[in-house]
C-alpha cells in the first residue's frame, strides 16, 4: 500500500490571483484548440496544428504546461 501525502494551500491574495489567471489561461487555450480543430472537423480541411497556441500561450502558462495541455488535448 501506498501513502499518500495531502497538502493544503494557503496562498496570499496575489499569489491566488496568479493562480486563477494561469488556470483561466490554460481553460482558454484548451478551448481554443478545441475550437480550431472543431471547425477543422466541419469544414473538412483537418488543420489540426498547435504550434500558434504554443507560442502564444507558453509565456504565459509556461511551456511545459503549455505543452502538456496540448497532449491532453491530443489523448481526448
Not at 507558453?58 to 491530443?74: E, P
Amino acid at each position: 500500500m501506498r501513502g499518500t501525502n495531502t497538502f493544503r494551500l494557503a496562498p496570499t491574495r496575489g499569489q491566488e490571483q496568479t493562480l486563477f489567471q494561469i488556470a483561466d489561461n490554460c481553460s482558454q487555450m484548451y478551448n481554443q484548440i478545441n475550437y480550431k480543430r472543431r471547425q477543422s472537423f466541419f469544414s473538412e480541411k483537418f488543420d489540426w496544428s498547435t504550434d500558434e497556441f504554443y507560442y502564444q500561450y507558453k509565456g504565459l502558462v509556461g511551456s511545459a504546461t503549455a505543452q502538456q495541455i496540448i497532449n491532453k488535448k491530443n489523448e481526448a
